[in-house]
Each structure stands twice: as structure tokens, then as C-alpha cells.
């Protein structure tokens, strides 16, 4: 489909070679030619005028009216009276040889798990944040930036991270990332540097948390996730000498790390000289009491928080932010420098005005009476539909796991959802080995209305039980 360019005339690359022996205008029609069999011109596409593509190229415009006519007549372009000059068809796109994989057909109802709710998203509120940051940025913000981020969201996330989350910052120790995904990987590169070659990974847990180490050039290394978090033993009896850990709602299982584990887990760290990354994903939304504080907060020393507003906002805002010790931050700045220069000034700007105007905290409180309502009907919806099955990992934010009866095919009961277009992930997804361990269905609720849960639920009733 062509676009429909508004305003000024748009414009085409022709080259002319002055001294070429052929003609200039039977330079311009090959060049016309040869854009519209390439596809670099579709059909419908608008072509300058006359007197501005004569103007561009340094030539009569009489000699572009007299191409443009040439081209009509061959098929090429059609004008009509009053109108501009445009392309009369697309050249056929080469047959590709390779065959194009089947597109997966999208669930009526999808439980994916880690996506909050998108319809959700304070647009008002941003577009005001975002005409605040425009009219106040000064000219030197709107340079090239300080790798580790504008100043003024490093100082209101560190903020925002003592009040909320009991962490141990200053503006100096964090670094502004584009997303949680960048800012683990940074903080891997920057280990890597360090000397760490091992690090630990939950098991089961984030889908990409062994990609991203292995990207960084590091090795991964499983250890197992219970009742409790994370087994600290198993971890001591590993060589790794960092580990990621989301000890605030494990991913996927939902348990919290308990306090004899954070401690045992700390003085891991310190006894080895051990990094821990801490992975603070959904800490805002839980339910059942005040958030758990941080590890960070508790050794700052050892422990590098790593967040992001990809839950609480939206994943399109791209915006994360690393809280390290002061010399690790260092080299996460030279590799955030190296890497892309720094994320948006701009959207930066915006997110702090956001936060430090209290908008982004009643919309959280909004959320977590959005999301908790969600909750309550899953809850509702499996003891009406599946009661036999067990439901964790529902005191904080947007998903929880429903574990299967022993011998129960996982995959069998996610690809009969499928066929009934309902969206199912299974735990065995997020283990190192797949069929290692109890069954179990890992349910998202975020984007999900209350309606469509207990509709879901009621469709799949007879697999689940």
C-alpha cells in the first residue's frame, strides 16, 4: 500500500551523470523505471511535480514533463487532469523459495503470564508528563546525555526505590536502562569484566534468564526453586559467583523467598564475594500485605536491583533502571555509554515528572484494585470449575500456578486449549528440563477481564480436572 505523503511535494532519488555519453532524459526515465520494477515506488505513489523534480535535478522542466509523458504512454505512471503524477502499478515481488512459517492463530483468550493490563495504561497522564518534560528540557538536555541517564529520573528513581522498596540509593548508583532485558544484560557484561564466569539461574524461572547469560558469555547454572525460593544449599554447592533471583515472587512459581532463605542468600554473597542480582519485576502489586523490601536494601554491597516500568505502566515505555554498588555502576555506565548512548532524554524526563507528581502512584493504587479483582475471580472461577486443583503464587502481582494431579500430560492439555482458542502456558516451559518435576499450568490474569477469566476457565473446566 502506498503512503499518502501530506504537505510538501515528496521526494524521489534520481541520479543524473552529467557526463555520462547518454542523455539526461533518458537517464531519468531508466531511473523512474528501474524504481517502480524495484519496488522502491508502488502503486499510487505520488511523484513530485514537474517544476519540483526539474528544480531538484538542475534541469528543464520540460524535459521531466516530456519523461513523465514517455512513462504514461509505456505503463509506467498515470496522470490525471488536476491531479499529481503517480505510479501505475507494483512490480510482483520475487517468489521466495524457502516456505514462510504457519502464522500461530491468536487465542480468544490468552492467560499468558507477565503481560499487565495494556488498556489500562494512564495515556492521559503521560501525555501530560511528556508536555511537561518538552516545555521545561532545556537545550543542553536535548544533546547527547550522560550514559547513565538524565540526572533528574535517576534522582527520582532513587528516590522512588528508598520510599517504596527500603533500597540504599543515590542518584550516583543508578543507571537508566531501556527495559529490564537491557539492564540484566549490562549488569552480566559488566560481571563478565569482573572476572564472574558461572552465574545461577532459578529453576524453574524466567524464560530468558539462560539466554541472556549465555549471551553475556557466561555459563548457567540451575538451581532449584521450592516452597520457600530459591535452595540456598544447592546454590552454595555450585562455583557460580553471582545468581539471579526474584525473591519478591518467584517466576514462575510465585512464592516469596523466605526471611531464613534471604539471609541464608546474603551471606552466600558475602562469605564468596558474590553478586546478586535482584530481579524486582511486580514488587509494587501485592495484596495480602506491604510489599517485602528489597534485598538491596539489606547489603548493598553485594546486590544489584534491576526494574523496570514495563508492569506498572506499560512494556512500550521501554524504561528500566539498574541500582548497583557504586564501582559496579561505574562500568555499567561505560557499557550503557558503549552500547547506545543512553536511552531517551525525552522519555526520561517524562517518566520522572510522572512519578515525583504522585500520577504514577495513584495509578498503581488503581491497578492493584484492578488486578486484585482479577484474582478474586480466578480463585473463584477454579474452586467453581476445578476444585481439586491447588492455586499459588496469588499474594502479588498477575499470575498464578495451578498445579496438576501427578502423571497429568501438560502438553496435552495445553494444545486441547489451544484448539478451543484458549491461550495456556505450562511450568514445564520455564524448567531447564521439561518434564522434571510435577505438572502444572502457569495462569496470567493481567489483560484479562473478569468476564473472560471465568469464561476461560469454564472452557478448559474439563481439562483441568
Aim: net charge neutral; charged share 25%; glycine share 10%.
Amino acid at each position: 500500500m502506498a503512503v499518502e505523503w501530506a504537505g510538501l511535494t515528496p521526494e524521489v532519488l534520481v541520479q543524473l551523470d552529467r557526463g555520462s555519453s547518454e542523455t539526461l532524459g533518458s537517464q531519468l526515465q531508466n531511473g523512474l523505471r528501474e524504481a517502480v520494477r524495484a519496488g522502491r515506488l508502488v502503486k499510487d505513489e505520488r511523484l513530485p511535480s514537474s517544476r519540483k523534480l526539474a528544480a531538484d535535478l538542475g534541469v528543464s522542466r520540460g524535459l521531466v514533463q516530456a519523461t513523465y509523458d514517455q512513462l504514461e504512454a509505456e505503463g509506467y505512471l498515470r496522470a490525471v487532469a488536476g491531479s499529481a503524477t503517480r505510479v501505475a502499478f507494483s512490480a510482483p515481488k520475487a517468489a521466495v523459495s524457502r516456505t514462510a512459517p504457519a502464522a500461530v492463530p491468536t487465542p480468544d483468550i490468552d492467560f499468558v503470564p507477565g503481560r499487565p493490563d495494556l488498556n489500562s495504561f494512564p495515556a492521559r497522564d503521560w501525555l501530560w508528563a511528556c508536555g511537561e518534560a518538552t516545555r521545561t528540557i532545556s537545550a543542553r538536555e536535548l544533546g547527547y546525555g550522560d550514559g547513565r541517564g538524565a540526572v533528574k529520573l535517576r534522582a527520582v528513581v532513587a528516590s522512588y526505590l528508598q520510599r517504596v522498596r527500603g533500597a540504599s540509593a543515590g542518584p550516583d548508583d543508578v543507571v537508566i536502562s531501556t527495559g529490564f532485558t537491557q539492564g540484566t544484560a549490562l549488569t552480566l557484561a559488566a560481571l563478565r569484566h569482573s572476572g564472574v564466569t558461572m552465574v545461577a539461574v532459578e529453576d524453574p524461572g524466567h524464560l530468558e534468564m539462560p539466554l541472556l547469560v549465555r549471551r553475556a558469555g557466561l555459563t548457567p547454572v540451575f538451581v532449584p526453586v521450592d516452597e520457600q525460593g530459591l535452595d540456598i544449599d544447592r546454590l552454595a554447592r555450585t562455583s557460580a559467583t553471582a545468581v539471579i533471583v526474584t525473591p519478591a515472587h518467584q517466576t514462575p512459581t510465585g512464592v516469596v523467598l523466605s526471611s531464613d532463605r534471604r539471609r541464608a542468600l546474603l551471606q552466600w554473597a558475602q562469605r564468596v564475594g558474590a553478586t546478586v542480582i535482584e530481579d524486582d519485576y511486580d514488587s509494587e502489586f501485592r495484596y495480602d500485605k506491604q510489599p517485602v523490601g528489597s534485598l538491596q536494601g539489606l547489603a548493598a554491597d553485594h546486590v544489584v536491583l534491576v526494574g523496570s516500568v514495563s508492569k506498572s505502566l506499560a512494556p512500550a515505555i521501554r524504561l528500566g533502571w539498574v541500582l548497583a554498588p557504586r564501582q559496579l555502576a561505574v562500568r555499567l555506565a561505560e557499557e550503557k555509554q558503549r552500547s547506545d548512548r543512553g536511552s531517551p532524554t525525552l522519555d526520561q524526563l517524562a517518566l520522572a515528572r510522572l512519578i515525583e507528581s504522585g500520577r504514577f502512584d495513584r495509578h498503581l493504587r488503581r491497578m492493584r484494585t484492578t488486578y486484585a479483582a482479577r484474582r478474586a475471580a480466578l480463585v473463584d472461577s477454579i474452586a467453581e470449575h476445578a476444585p481439586s486443583l491447588e492455586l499459588t503464587g496469588l499474594a502479588a502481582g498477575f499470575h498464578a500456578l495451578a498445579w496438576l494431579a501427578d502423571g497429568t500430560d501438560e502438553t496435552a492439555i495445553i494444545n486441547e486449549a489451544a484448539r478451543r482458542s484458549i491461550g495456556l502456558q505450562g511450568l514445564g516451559r520455564y524448567r531447564s528440563a521439561p518434564t522434571r518435576g510435577p505438572a502444572g499450568i502457569v495462569f496470567g490474569f493481567g489483560d484479562l477481564n473478569e468476564n473472560a477469566i471465568r469464561r476461560g476457565i469454564a472452557t478448559v473446566a474439563d481439562l483441568l480436572n
